[in-house]
């Protein structure tokens, strides 16, 4: 019985020691972020008209609101921006409310309607006609302009391939200084791109402005962040 224990135990062993030397060394990688930068200069420009009226009445409030938007509308038709490119963004129609400190409640005063377009120009030439003639219309702010590129996607792709160019010159430096080089690559992934530079102008337009209005952007940039992993390829040891 006790030849039998000991054969078993060896045996045991024997498969213990057989299966930790099929067990792999984890492959040497190399990780990458890295960015790529495009610069380029705007050409369309978005701003948000506001309608608003006050009235005691919340079907006058709406009807006077409606009168400017049809008025900002048509402005906006001889300022070359076409319907489509003039959506409205919110409506809302609310009552207003006052404290009565000798009653101690709320009373109602009347209601506001307001209306808020999002004009989008696609001839940045174009972007000052455009919020004069809102403004001469009626509109009572004009806010948060923003500028823009048609050519946004080609531009993107552009920064996309310097990240990823950026990221293997990167991978190169580090696995040569590690002692070695930089093999096939193994993953690469792409962060939301940033469209940084561009201006958000808010503003509220005079009825009565005294010259044209005149809007100058600066140049932006489009920035593509990448995460990449690559096989670290070590040199033979010197003998």
């Not at 409205?88 to 209306?115: C, F, H, I, M, V």
Request: hydrophobic letters at 45%; aromatic letters at 6%; glycine letters at 8%.
């Amino acid at each position: 019985m006790k030849t039998k224990l000991i054969f078993c135990t060896l045996w045991l062993l024997a498969g213990v020691v057989g299966f930790s030397l099929t067990v792999r060394a984890e492959e040497s990688q190399v990780v990458v972020s890295a960015a790529g930068k495009v610069s380029v200069m705007p050409d369309m420009a978005e701003f948000g008209v506001v309608l608003q009226s006050n009235a005691k009445s919340a079907d006058k409030a709406a009807a006077e609101t409606a009168g400017k938007y049809h008025r900002v509308q048509a402005a906006l038709r001889t300022a070359a921006v076409p319907l489509e490119d003039a959506p409205t963004s919110s409506y809302t129609l609310s009552p207003n409310w006052e404290w009565d400190q000798s009653l101690g409640k709320s009373l109602l005063k009347g209601y506001t309607a307001r209306q808020a377009i999002m004009v989008k120009v696609r001839t940045l030439g174009l972007i000052g006609r455009a919020i004069d003639a809102a403004v001469q219309a009626g509109a009572d702010e004009v806010q948060s302009i923003t500028f823009s590129s048609s050519r946004y996607e080609e531009l993107r792709q552009q920064a996309l391939a310097v990240a990823v160019g950026n990221a293997r010159r990167d991978g190169s430096i580090m696995a040569q200084a590690a002692g070695g080089r930089l093999g096939q690559l193994i993953e690469v992934g792409v962060s939301q791109p940033q469209y940084s530079g561009r201006p958000a102008m808010e503003m509220m337009a005079l009825k009565s402005a005294p010259a044209p209005t005149e809007i100058a952007p600066s140049e932006q940039d489009i920035v593509v962040t990448v995460t990449s992993r690559w096989r670290f390829v070590a040199s033979p040891a010197v003998r």
